[in-house]
C-alpha cells in the first residue's frame, strides 16, 4: 500500500528522531536540539525555498522528500540533489550561508522536523560534534550535486532515471512512490513523453509497475542493474557519513 503523509507531534527528546542524520548526534545534543524542532507536513509540490532566498528554517525530513533544482533563465529547471530522511534541507545556513542556491520543492509529500535557521546556527556554535557533523554532511551533499552534474550530462535517459527511482526508494524506505510522469520529467530535465518511454520497457521488463501517479519498484535489484554508476557512488558516500564514530 502507498504510505500516507505522516502527522507528527512535537519530538520527545527521550524518542529517537527518525532522521538519520539526527541519529548520529550524541545523545545530549539530541535532548537540547529537540525542544527546538516543530512538526511540519508539506504536500507535493510545495516550495520551500526560491533561487536565492533567505534560508528562515531548515527541515529534517523524516517521511517526506525534497528535490534541489537548478532554474534557467527560461524558466525551465532540472534536478541536482535529492534529499530525504538521511539529510537536512538548508544545512549550509548553519555554515554561514544565508540564501538557497537552488529552488528547493517537494517531491513526495509527507512530514519533517522544522527549525528556525537562527536557533540552527546558535546550536552550531556551541556544539563541535553538530557543528562537525554539518560539515560532513555539507561534504557528502556537495558530493552528490557533483555526480548529478556528471549523470545528467553524461548518461542515458533510462539510466538517469532509475538512479532516480532507486535513491528516492531509500529515502521513502518504501517500493512504492507516489509520483507522476509529469512530475519526474521535471525532475529530469526532459518532455513528459520522454519519461513514458523510458518507463514502458521498465514495466514490460516486470522491474517496475506505473499506474496513477504511483510507480512501484517490484524487481530493486533489476532496477539497480538499469541504473548508472551513479546511485551507488551517492550511496556510499552517504552510508560512510551516517555510519561514521562521533
Known amino acids: 500500500?502507498?504510505?500516507?503523509?505522516?502527522?507528527?507531534?512535537?519530538?520527545?527528546?527521550?524518542?529517537?528522531?527518525?532522521?538519520?542524520?539526527?541519529?548520529?548526534l550524541p545523545k545530549?545534543?539530541?535532548?537540547?536540539?529537540?525542544?527546538l524542532l516543530q512538526p511540519v507536513t508539506f504536500e507535493l509540490g510545495k516550495t520551500l525555498y526560491e533561487t536565492r532566498s533567505r534560508i528562515d528554517y531548515a527541515y529534517f525530513p523524516i517521511g517526506f522528500v525534497?528535490?534541489?533544482?537548478?532554474?534557467?533563465e527560461n524558466g525551465s529547471a532540472i534536478e541536482v540533489a535529492t534529499i530525504g530522511n538521511e539529510g537536512l534541507i538548508g544545512h549550509a545556513v548553519a555554515l554561514g550561508v544565508a540564501t538557497s542556491p537552488n529552488r528547493v520543492i517537494v517531491q513526495i509529500?509527507?512530514?519533517a522536523w522544522r527549525i528556525e535557521a537562527k536557533a540552527l546556527c546558535e546550536e552550531a556554535s556551541k556544539s563541535d560534534a553538530l557543528r562537525g557533523l554539518l560539515q560532513d554532511y555539507?561534504?557528502?551533499?556537495?558530493?552528490?550535486?557533483s555526480q548529478s552534474v556528471a549523470c545528467n550530462g553524461l548518461h542515458q535517459l533510462e539510466k538517469r532515471c532509475c538512479r532516480w527511482l532507486l535513491m528516492t526508494r531509500d529515502r521513502v524506505e518504501s517500493d512504492e512512490l507516489r509520483l507522476t510522469h509529469e512530475f519526474l520529467a521535471i525532475m529530469l530535465g526532459v518532455r513528459r513523453a520522454s519519461v513514458t518511454e523510458v518507463l514502458g520497457p521498465l514495466q514490460t521488463a516486470g522491474l517496475i509497475r506505473s499506474h496513477r501517479g504511483l510507480?512501484?519498484?517490484?524487481?530493486?535489484?533489476?532496477?539497480?542493474a538499469h541504473s548508472c554508476e551513479c546511485y551507488r557512488a551517492v550511496k556510499n558516500e552517504y552510508d560512510r557519513l551516517?555510519?561514521?564514530p562521533r
Open 109 to 111: 509529500a509527507d512530514g
Open 215 to 224: 510507480i512501484t519498484l517490484l524487481d530493486r535489484a533489476g532496477v539497480e
Open 1 to 24: 500500500m502507498a504510505r500516507t503523509p505522516q502527522m507528527l507531534s512535537k519530538p520527545s527528546s527521550a524518542l529517537s528522531p527518525n532522521n538519520k542524520l539526527l541519529a548520529c
Open 66 to 72: 525534497a528535490s534541489a533544482l537548478t532554474v534557467m
Open 28 to 35: 545530549s545534543d539530541w535532548e537540547r536540539l529537540a525542544p
Open 242 to 244: 551516517l555510519s561514521r
Open 138 to 145: 555539507h561534504a557528502a551533499f556537495m558530493a552528490q550535486v
